[in-house]
C-alpha cells in the first residue's frame, strides 16, 4: 500500500495517486520515445487504453514509496524509491509519462527533492539506479543531481534487433551531503 509522504518542490507536488490521474495518463497515450527510453520495443505499438491508465495508476497505489508528480495542476509521471533496509539503500525510478514537460528541468528538482528526502529522512546510505546508455537526457539530469556512473552491463538487453548496454549510477551518503546546498539553493529547501 501506497505510504509515500507529500514532498513540495518549488515547481512540482510529489503526492500519492488520486482519481484524476488516470486521466492524465490516458490523455498523454503511448509515446513512441518514452516507451524507447524505457527499453521498450517500439515497433508495432498499440495506442494505450484507459484499462492501461488505470493500472498504471493502480501499480503506483501498490508500491510503498512511489509518488505521482504534480505540475501545473497535472499529473505528468512518477518517482519511486524501492527501500532494502538492512542495506539502508534503494533504487531510484523516475519518469515524466508527459513528453511536453522534459528538458524544462523538472527530472532535476523531482530527484532532488527525492534525494533529500532518502538521505535525511530514511537515512539512506546509498540511493542508486539504472539506465539504458542511449537514454542521455536521463543521465544528464542523473548527473547534475550528483550521481556517478559506476559500472555498465554489456549488452545486456535486446532491443529491436539491437544489443544494448545499462548504465549503473549511484549517489552516496557523503556525496549527497557534499553538493546539498546547491540543491537548497536550487530548490528552495529548507
Ligand atoms: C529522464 C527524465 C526524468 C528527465 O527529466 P527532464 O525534466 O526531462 O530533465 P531535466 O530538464 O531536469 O534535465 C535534462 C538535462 O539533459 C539535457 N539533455 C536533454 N537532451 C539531451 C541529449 N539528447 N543529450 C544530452 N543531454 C541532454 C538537458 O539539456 C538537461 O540538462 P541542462 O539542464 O544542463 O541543460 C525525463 O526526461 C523523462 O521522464 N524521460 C522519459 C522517461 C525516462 O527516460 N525515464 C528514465 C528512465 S531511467
Known amino acids: ?11 512540482v507536488k510529489l503526492r500519492q495517486p488520486i482519481d484524476t490521474d488516470i486521466n492524465d495518463r490516458f490523455r498523454c497515450g503511448r509515446n513512441k520515445e518514452l516507451v524507447r527510453m524505457y527499453g521498450g520495443d517500439t515497433r508495432n505499438l498499440k495506442p494505450l ?4 491508465a488505470v493500472n498504471f495508476i493502480e501499480q503506483i497505489k501498490a508500491n510503498k514509496l512511489e509518488w505521482c ?26 519518469g515524466l509519462f508527459d513528453s511536453s514537460v522534459w528538458g524544462k528541468g523538472l527530472g532535476t528538482e523531482i530527484t ?22 542511449y537514454n542521455h537526457r536521463a543521465i544528464a539530469c542523473y548527473e547534475k543531481c550528483g ?17 544494448e548496454t545499462d548504465i549503473m549510477m549511484s549517489i552516496l551518503d557523503r556525496e549527497y551531503i557534499a553538493i546539498r546546498d546547491i540543491f537548497i539553493k536550487m530548490n528552495s529547501l529548507n
Open 49 to 52: 487504453t484507459i484499462e492501461d
Open 1 to 11: 500500500m501506497n505510504q509515500a509522504p507529500l514532498i513540495e518542490g518549488l515547481k
Open 69 to 94: 508528480v504534480e505540475f501545473q495542476d497535472r499529473c505528468i509521471g512518477q518517482a519511486r524509491l524501492t527501500v532494502s533496509k538492512d542495506d539502508r539503500r534503494a533504487r531510484y525510478a523516475v
Open 112 to 133: 532532488q527533492i527525492v534525494l533529500q528526502y532518502a538521505f535525511e529522512e530514511l537515512k539512506l546510505h546509498r540511493v542508486d539506479l539504472r539506465v539504458i546508455e
Open 147 to 163: 550521481f556517478v556512473k559506476e559500472g555498465i552491463e554489456r549488452e545486456g538487453a535486446l532491443i529491436e534487433d539491437k544489443y
